[in-house]
């Protein structure tokens, strides 16, 4: 199991429940390909862009740490990319601190 941080730009007007929904359906689909969520929170709410993803000029920003065997990964960007909830979505792998 690799370690990974994955921000999400998530669409600016979406209601309380939504963003309940969304954030709910981003943990279980890291779930559901053999993952586990360590923690994640809304890291900034409505920032402007720097230029307009999907017509939108702001968006909320998501921020995700868990772990998942690195085949997983694909299929989770594939997943996250259909939702149209979600403008961007960056998965990267941390640097080991020695």
């Given at each position: 199991?690799?370690?990974?941080?994955a921000?999400?730009i998530?669409?600016?007007?979406?209601?309380?429940?939504d963003r309940?929904?969304?954030?709910?359906?981003?943990?279980?689909?890291?779930?559901?390909?053999?993952?586990a969520?360590?923690?994640?929170?809304?890291?900034?709410?409505?920032r402007?862009?720097?230029?307009?993803?999907?017509k939108?000029q702001?968006?909320?920003?998501?921020?995700?740490n868990f772990?998942a065997?690195?085949?997983?990964?694909?299929?989770?960007?594939?997943?996250?990319k259909?939702?149209?909830?979600?403008?961007?979505?960056?998965?990267?792998r941390?640097?080991?601190?020695?």
């Amino acid at each position: 199991m690799n370690k990974y941080e994955a921000m999400f730009i998530i669409k600016p007007d979406l209601s309380e429940d939504d963003r309940k929904a969304l954030f709910a359906g981003i943990q279980e689909a890291v779930v559901k390909n053999n993952g586990a969520v360590v923690n994640a929170a809304v890291w900034a709410e409505k920032r402007k862009l720097v230029f307009p993803i999907k017509k939108q000029q702001e968006g909320v920003y998501y921020l995700a740490n868990f772990t998942a065997p690195s085949e997983a990964i694909t299929k989770l960007k594939y997943a996250f990319k259909l939702n149209e909830l979600i403008l961007r979505v960056l998965i990267l792998r941390p640097e080991e601190k020695a």
